[in-house]
């Protein structure tokens, strides 16, 4: 019963630009873009900015050939919810390494197009229990958090002000999708037709990783995602988040 359980928060809405930071394209496919679908509709700015191009993600098709397939496809799946900017910072799939580099990577970003509020994906170790996470995934997530301070402190890489990029302070919350710990959420009812679309769009790793049909595959996963945050969320079908603010 939901009144049993803790309810989530609605997610603030009081903003106009967010900036999505993630490991691998269907990184937000998977996690949240049925919330995304949401904010463009009403009139929101989201930028994607993928640290590679998921060369390293389909077992039967060199890198070299798979990164510009997926980045086609995270393109193509990124208009069917209403974001057109799409970044690459070109780190290697598999291998990302928290670390500086990475830092004032995703800092510079922040910078550029300063966002209100930013979007990444689970940093912890474990989707749960012990269902273990993606390495990339961890340093990516932990990387955004601690870039969105590094954005708005003009001692910490003072070399991104010599290229024009003055400090951004500007940005309120960080959203962690996929969290095991989420605070907030959205209702995915108007985006979760398209999240489906969109998640589709990487029909050639999908294909790769399942034998199911790929609208069977892709509907499933969101849909019980949403129905199972449903439980914390009044009922209603919804894509949940750990919000911090700053």
Not at 44 to 61: N, S, W
């Amino acid at each position: 019963m939901t009144d049993q359980l803790e309810q989530l928060e609605e997610m603030p809405d009081d903003w106009q630009r967010a900036l999505a930071v993630v490991a691998h394209p269907d990184d937000l496919e998977y996690g949240c873009a049925a919330a995304i679908a949401g904010w463009t509709d009403g009139g929101r700015e989201v930028t994607y900015l993928l640290a590679t191009r998921g060369e390293a993600g389909i077992d039967g098709v060199e890198p070299a050939t798979c990164g510009p397939l997926r980045e086609r496809e995270q393109r193509a799946s990124a208009a069917v919810v209403g974001v057109s900017a799409v970044e690459f910072l070109d780190h290697q799939d598999g291998v990302i390494e928290y670390g500086i580099g990475l830092r004032r990577d995703i800092a510079a970003a922040i910078r550029r197009h300063r966002p209100e509020l930013v979007i990444t994906l689970n940093h912890r170790d474990t989707w749960g229990g012990v269902s273990w996470n993606s390495p990339d995934h961890r340093a990516v997530g932990r990387a955004t958090l601690d870039a969105a301070g590094d954005a708005g402190n003009r001692w910490i890489f003072p070399e991104l002000a010599e290229q024009g990029l003055e400090p951004w302070n500007g940005v309120r919350w960080v959203a962690v999708a996929g969290s095991v710990s989420p605070t907030h959420a959205v209702d995915a009812t108007a985006g979760l037709e398209r999240s489906v679309d969109s998640l589709m769009e990487h029909r050639s790793y999908i294909e790769g990783l399942t034998s199911e049909d790929p609208e069977t595959y892709c509907r499933t996963f969101l849909t019980g995602n949403a129905e199972r945050a449903s439980a914390r969320f009044g009922g209603r079908p919804a894509v949940s988040f750990e919000l911090f603010p700053r």
